[in-house]
């Protein structure tokens, strides 16, 4: 079908998610290969985003569509009740990859549902209401993920599910409590968070969410102190610590989970994206040993049509094998190291950048109108003007797909990218930030 034609139809028939249905545009996407994607007329596009960044491995991969070739010969699909090799299997290697005493697996569909789960499990074992969750997060699209989330997707949603508290965490580029650094903004964070908990009652707490990096708030990397002494409270109060780990979870901040950087082994991890790398969905919500001992005599009160499906689990698996035949954990580190080199290369070059923040394959720019007061070009939810949907139609006929929003460009490439495909998609971003920079 033409593209004209095949957009027709798409527009006659398709509901967009989170904007006007005028608005939507998407161009006509045939195919995709590692980092490339084409459209229907053979434009070639970079996937600097790696989908909605869960196609970490890249696209196309030939040894997991082997894999679940093989394991449609067998079986797609049982009851959530019966085992099959897969889901044993999976499960034992993602324990392996996971921190700590993260070894016990119950499947989702996705992100959104292993919140909803994690919510569950920790009001259930701590016998307690109450969620923590931060401004500036995002938790999925579900009535209680939504409700967890910090940013303007959740608004609609409003009131949301009950005993929701919000709380900030630190922002050392643009802290909450107007410190200079990510050092001074962990502590102010980590002591408001002591005494929002201590006059909330801690014993009303289940659980303190959080993203281990913030990811589609701006990529916001806290001090290890900081996720260190959250942990404390969390010990001190008998309150749960959930970690998020859907977006930075897989490689993507250059370990296997975020969660290493700091240390720290939260009580539940929830996860998903990476798993697959979206070549059919998975999530999962992972407990530590003490709230499977929990739950050895007390129901999980859970459970989704197709928890454990055996195609998405045998492509899991084909997963873990190929980051770790592909060496891709290692990669994302590495060429991590020098995404952050080159974006603070371009820094230097152009004033409209305010930060550069990078984490493994992991990184985000944040634009500025004046670098001295930090003054932002397009400000929170575009409130001054909206820079982001031109800039990703330059970067669109550049040939470069990432995401960005407000004042934020998001650069997160599938990880087996290497060093030349970096260098040549910078250069097609740079026709971007030759566009920011004109606003100044
Ligand atoms: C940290 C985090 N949690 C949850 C979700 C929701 O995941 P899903 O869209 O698979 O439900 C996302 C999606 O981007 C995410 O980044």
Not at 59 to 82: D, L, S
Not at 247 to 274: L, N, Q, Y
Not at 290 to 317: N, Q, R, S, V
Request: glycine share 10%.
């Amino acid at each position: 079908m033409n593209s004209e034609k095949l957009f027709q139809l798409d527009r006659e028939h398709v509901v967009y998610s989170w904007k006007n249905q005028k608005d939507a545009a998407p161009i006509m996407m045939e195919k995709a290969d590692r980092i490339y994607m084409w459209d229907v007329d053979g434009k070639r596009y970079t996937d600097f985003s790696s989908g909605l960044l869960n196609v970490n491995i890249g696209h196309n991969n030939e040894h997991v569509k082997k894999a679940m070739r093989e394991q449609m010969e067998k079986v797609c699909y049982v009851g959530t009740g019966f085992g099959t090799e897969v889901k044993a299997v999976l499960s034992k290697m993602i324990s392996e990859v996971t921190p700590g005493d993260l070894d016990y697996v119950f499947y989702t569909n996705g992100g959104a549902e292993a919140v909803e789960n994690a919510i569950k499990a920790a009001r259930a074992y701590t016998g307690r209401h109450k969620i923590y969750s931060r401004w500036r997060s995002y938790h999925g699209a579900t009535a209680g993920a939504i409700t967890l989330t910090g940013d303007p997707r959740r608004w609609a949603a409003e009131p949301g599910i009950p005993g929701v508290v919000k709380y900030f965490g630190p922002y050392g580029y643009n802290c909450p409590f107007g410190t200079e650094n990510a050092e001074e903004s962990g502590q102010k964070a980590l002591e408001m968070l002591k005494t929002q908990v201590m006059l909330d009652g801690p014993h009303t707490v289940a659980a303190i969410f959080m993203e281990p990096i913030v990811g589609t708030n701006g990529i916001i990397i806290p001090t290890e102190s900081y996720v260190k002494g959250v942990r404390e409270l969390c010990d001190e109060y008998g309150i749960l610590l959930i970690a998020d780990e859907t977006m930075s979870g897989w490689g993507r901040s250059g370990k296997w989970f975020c969660m290493e950087h700091f240390g720290v082994v939260p009580d539940i991890m929830t996860t998903a994206k990476g798993v697959t790398s979206g070549y059919v969905p998975l999530g999962c919500m992972i407990w530590s040993k003490k709230i499977w001992e929990y739950f050895w005599d007390h129901p999980f009160m859970g459970g989704l049509t197709y928890g454990g499906h055996a195609l998405a689990c045998a492509t899991g698996i084909a997963n873990i094998e190929v980051y770790k035949e592909d060496k891709l954990i290692e990669n994302s580190e590495n060429l991590g190291n020098y995404l952050e080199k080159k974006l603070l290369e371009l820094k230097e070059k152009h004033p409209s950048i305010g930060d550069v923040r990078c984490k493994g394959l992991w990184a985000c720019v944040e634009l500025t109108a004046d670098r001295k007061t930090k003054a932002p070009l397009a400000g929170f939810n575009n409130s001054i003007r909206n820079v982001a949907g031109p800039l990703m139609k330059i970067l669109y006929d550049e040939g470069l797909y990432t995401f960005c929003k407000w004042d934020f460009i998001f650069l997160s490439p599938p990880l087996c990218i290497t060093r030349e495909e970096i260098d040549e998609s910078l250069e097609k971003l740079e026709v971007g930030l030759r566009y920011t920079d004109s606003l100044l």
